[in-house]
């Protein structure tokens, strides 16, 4: 905020939390850290989160308890299986693991994280062919589904009246990790034959003289640049090696080409020169060392806990170049305000949102603002068109740019433009457009809006009243402010890769849950501005840095290497407070079991169902440290045992005696699934055809489908939007088009 002294930006919003875990927890901070007054509420059975220790106390702050209900604007609410009914009064936001909706709920059915993952088949995406499917490490989606929470919570609150949104573990498990591999398959009629799926990409997390190095090729160009930076241009003409299949297929020898050259220099050496060909790459970063980065120590991320015992990362957000201060959150003295009811209509309807965001974190940002009811309308350019339209499609077809699956998922219920911002008369009809909207969002580098005259001073000076919202990589300021990334770049910044991977293997990418994290976070924070504009009139700038929302969600690896020394690491698919917990091959191929054993009751209904002699016969078994001791060889015991099963009545047993389980199901056919078939809306698009594609992954409260408007072709809503929004005649618009400033063909 400009003033320090100025009012936070949701003073006087009264928040009630009945957390149970990091999603709802999270939720709570991050209106706690805008300025609300955040109240815990003790949940029945108590907060499982203190057994976390430190990362309790670091979700906790700026909240305050209290024994006695209150009356409040925002209820945040975790179930472990079906939400109770909302109240009549406040915004209410439902987390649990199925949702209220489908044939789960009300079943009891045991669950963790980890059979989640599972369940929703992101661990079959991860990993390598010839061993065991991977989980994600730090429970990315809990992260993703608190910020979602917050952003649906500040959404009830500016729609007025009573709002209940309902938010899936499951599903929000399924969205971060692989929904897009599954509309590809929609796209294209994959076959229903069991295929291995376990396949890094190739440049990706690799070796190097002294630790690690992360890249990130994002297009053809990059891609040839990368061979120039290794020192084998000779690989340019090889067409197999431009792609990711001919990499896969040629792995060995891409592999040692790679290595030979990335083993012979040091991280920083190769970031360096990394950086002359703007290649997205990043240091592999643990808990440790991330302390000691030039970049978060210059920016001022990480800073110690109330009590001096633990760092822990600072507010991932800036309001006109201001992160908030979390303080200890005082009574109110006043009673929620009255909330004028809504006769009907989404939260945001009225809001006018201009998307300059490309791939998937800016894209989403917009996405859930537009599937809340605002009016976004799609700007791209002719001459630079969203990179996401080039992922998944086939280059061969026609029309090819419309059938990026990556695109089609992510940008339903927009209006589209084409402008060439390069032209002054393309740049012009921006500005106008600017004059008259409520939010400017864009994901550039910092450089590509300040090129452009439209910094923060430049966009205020159009419109004083607008909330521009930028989402660089690594922020506005600071070494790396320049640098591009990607979700896999801050995956390997954050400490999220370093976290997952085989106990003797390399940093693992967790497939992508750092652009959804970010996506979401930037809305929160964006709400939370256009609430203080509500109240002043004034505009604001928000700046959500990608990597800042990833720090975030590896917020636990920082603060349990500070307070106890102990730097965690890559263990598989092991993780504290669970024994044991793994995947398992059955009969079939591609059929694996997941379990995971979290309590001794449910140690107990395993063990009688296995009928192994060994088991009975440990009296150490019967304990969490004594399974926790043996892990490795229960691991080997259950996997004999699974051998000769089939997953999915082995499944079933397990869950209808209490354990959790799950088969790993397959990502490419997961709108099959009896749980999940809801994200899924089915589409009519003038070039793919009919297609069903994921939508937000919650349910709204008067939302009976987020497709109002399917994902728009290049320049779609060229002449509506020109002439509505910026005033345009025909005859102007045409010339425009004539002289190619705006069009439908890149």
Sequence with gaps: MADESAEPLLAGLRVVETSRSVAGAYAGRILADCGAEVILREPEGGRPLRARGPLFAFLSAGKRPSPVDVDAD????????????????????????????????????????????????????????????????????????GALAATAALAGVRGGGTARADIPLLGVNAYVTNLFVDALSTLTGASREPVVMRRRLSPSVEPTAD?????????????????????????????ELSTHAGRYAREKEWTAAVHAWTTRHTTAEILERAALFRIPASPVHSGATILRDPHVVARGFYVDDATG???????????????????????????????????GGLPLAGLRVLDLGTWWAGSFTATLLASLGADVIKIESTRRIDGARVLGGDPSAEQWWERGYFFLGINHNKRAVTLDLTQPEGLDVLKTMIAGADVLLENFAPRVMENLGLDWDGVRALNPSIVMLRMPAFGLTGPLRDRVGYAQTVEQYSGLCWVTGYPDGPPVNPSGPADPMGGANAAAALLAALHRRAATGQGMLVEAPLAEAALTMAAEQVIEATATGVVPGRAGNH??????????????????????????????????????????????????????????????????????????QTAEELLRAGVPAAVAADPRFIHDHPQLGWMFEEVGHPVAGKIRLPVVPFAYDGVASWSVLPPPTLGRDNREVLSEVAGLSPAEIDDLIARGICGTHP
């Excluded at 630790?211 to 090889?238: H, K």
């Excluded at 004594?626 to 015991?637: I, P």
């Design 211 to 239: 630790g690690w190095v992360g890249f990130n090729l994002a297009s053809a160009q990059q891609l040839q640049d990368f061979m120039i930076l290794i020192e084998r241009p000779d690989l340019l003409e090889d067409q």
């Design 309 to 343: 015992t633990f760092k822990h990362p600072a507010v991932p957000f800036l309001f006109d170049g201001r992160r908030p201060r979390t303080a200890p959150a005082e009574p109110g003295g006043s009673e929620p305000r009255p909330r004028p009811g809504k006769a």
């Design 575 to 648: 993780a504290p407070g669970f024994a044991p917990q793994g995947v398992y091959r059955c009969e079939g191929a591609e059929s694996w079991l997941a379990i995971s054993v979290a309590t001794d009751a449910q140690w107990a209904a395993l063990r009688a169902i296995t009928g192994l002699p060994r088991w009975h016969e440990d009296a150490s078994l019967a304990t969490y440290d004594g399974r926790k001791a043996q892990e490795d060889l229960l691991d080997r015991e259950l996997q004999d045992w699974a051998s000769t099963r089939r997953a999915g």
């Design 74 to 145: 925002v209820l945040i609410r975790e179930w472990d299986d079906v939400p109770g009914p909302a109240p009549a009064g406040p915004v209410t936001v439902d987390i649990s693991p199925w949702g209220s909706a489908g044939p789960w709920p009300g079943q009891g059915r045991p669950w963790t994280d980890f059979t989640l993952q599972a369940e929703c088949g992101s661990l079959r995406l991860r990993g390598v062919p010839d061993s065991y499917p991977l989980m994600a490490g730090g429970r990315p989606a809990e992260w993703v589904a």
